[in-house]
């Protein structure tokens, strides 16, 4: 091979350049230009690459702008500061030690409902069972998914005065007590503190089972408090899910769980109203702690669960719920199956959940529905309901959200 320096040495690394090689973009305009002015150019290049570390602030790539904000909360309390770019309203409010209000973090449980009365966001997606339609059109949003766009001024029910004090979730570790197949994907996991006392926690509440690296997998009680020191979960398979995997492949009694709660307010109400129960698979979980809970505390408000699975083979407690209409007057179940199998002898109701319920009740207004299970079937079945007469404001959820966000969405 050869060059303009002669014949090339493929054998041979190069350990020196030439200073000229640098400039041979500019060796065209020396036949252009002036030599000062090609000088000129070089030079100032040269300082412009030097100076750019300490360029202005605002021209900088990665400028981090920050959103000032103010919270209005209960008893006159009001409290100020800033975000960060991208950060939430929530995460920045807890990282000046607010004690604002939030459970979920991830737009599901609504606790940490706000009203803006100035400025603009961003807002990550959330479960509608958390932040209705008619409550965003009166300028409400979630504080864990509400990304300020400049300046913003929100409203709270909560005092916030007190920075520091903000809520912490405290952690526990337990055993591994026993481990039961329910169905071919649904685990029974019993869990028994390391404190050996009884977790004081409301049926329908959950608890986040915390990873190695501090990832978090929520899962719901399933059996009502005070009956012991165990806590009963409901472990459903995901395929390729980091936890259910080792829960179904790796995990054995002995073994060792940290978990936090407990969290949540899906709780049972204190009303007359009569009760609609929607679960959606493994959301009969939490619904089985309230309905026990009930029993035990002698209720008697008529409560009514529509079970929604695909095949007859994941209903995997019906019998226990038949036992429960057998021996309460007040309470009935209803399973429906979206995908019955050929062959399986199924004769009761199908298609989805909550279409079962919209044929069966004409009107909702004067019932309490309390929804648990996937996103998508909340989505659908909050609106449906509130459409067929339901006050938005006795329809609560539960919904599954998946771990990774989406992008987020633009507000007013």
Known sequence: MHSQGGVSDLARAVARIEPDWFYMAVFPLMTQWPMAWVWALVVGGSVLLALLPWWPPRFRRGERRMAGLVIHGGQGTSAQFQAREGETILDAGLREGLPLSFECRNGACGLCICTVQQGAYDHRPYSPGALTDAQKARGMALMCCAVPRGDMVVEVEDAVAGAGTARTVREYTAVVERLEPLAQDVMLLVLRPSEGAALDFEAGQYINIVLDDGQRRAFSFANRPGADALIELHVRLVPGGRFTTHVFQGMKPGDVVRFEGPLGQFTLRDSRQPILF????????????????????????????????????????????????????????????????????????????????????????????????????????????????????????DAFLPASRLPAQPAS
Request: net charge negative; glycine share 10%.
């Open 278 to 397: 929607v679960a959606g698979a493994t959301g009969f979980a939490p619904v089985k702690s309230i309905v026990e809970d009930a029993f035990a505390r002698g209720v008697q408000r008529p409560m009514r669960l529509y079970w929604g699975v695909r095949r007859r083979e994941d209903l995997y407690m019906l019998e226990r719920c038949e036992q429960w209409q057998r021996e309460h007057a007040n309470f009935t179940v209803v399973p429906v199956l979206s995908e019955p199998a050929e062959g399986d002898g199924w004769t009761g109701r199908t298609g989805l959940v909550h279409e079962a319920i919209l044929a069966d009740f004409t009107d909702l207004s004067g019932y309490e529905v309390y929804l648990c299970g996937s996103v998508r079937m909340v989505e659908a079945a909050a609106p449906a309901f509130i459409a067929q007469g339901l006050d938005e404001s006795v329809c609560f959820s």
